[in-house]
């Protein structure tokens, strides 16, 4: 996702009341990276989940994304959502935990030659056990099993605290920062105003 967009001002910019602000860092890789291979937990198990129900699928978008603000699949309507879960170029895939699902991946192959890493992440329980690993190794392994030539991903500054070194070592490299301002969930009422507490709740 490279952009041509007019500079910001330097200095501070003022949010309306209202919005929340975020600095997004967009990273990328243009080859399958080497990379040592560390053994998982025997009970971790990467499955393809087809079709999922857009209902189904916001549960666990929301386990795993609450806490770091993510927000676009829930302000999505269900035929628009249902669309992008039913698009063959859309590959999404759950991490089962003894059954139990614990981590969320979804691929993007709809711009020819390129992979986006749209969601990765895991429930707050799964965090630091090896699951992110072992979720990461499977990304890329989807991702470069296609005919790509650049795999991407963004982050922002709401992400945990260790998700920007966590990419890099995973063998993507940072080429642009953007500035995102959007509503905040908490005050429109998809998420609660418990969620993100990081994240500072500036309004009624």
Known sequence: MKTENPPLPSGYSAVPP???????????MH?????????????????HWQSPAPDEYRALFRAVGENWMWVSRLVMGD????????????????????????????????????????YFG????????GAGRFLMNWAIEKAWA?????????????????????????GFTPYALMVEVLDDPRLTGQMPRTASPHVPLIGP
């Open 122 to 129: 895991l429930v707050s329980g799964a965090i630091g056990k």
């Open 31 to 47: 080859g399958r990276p080497r990379r040592k291979t560390s053994p998982a937990p025997d009970t971790l198990v990467l499955e």
């Open 79 to 118: 035929d628009e959502l249902a669309a992008v879960l039913n698009d063959p170029q859309v590959e999404i895939y759950v991490l089962l935990d003894g059954g139990r699902r614990i981590g969320l991946l979804e691929l993007d192959f709809r711009e020819e030659g390129e992979c986006e890493l749209v």
């Open 146 to 170: 296609h005919p790509i030539r650049r795999f991407w991903v963004h982050t922002c500054h709401f992400d945990h605290p260790a998700a920007m070194q966590f990419y890099q070592r995973s």
């Open 18 to 28: 209202g919005k929340i602000a975020t600095v997004v860092t967009c990273l990328e």
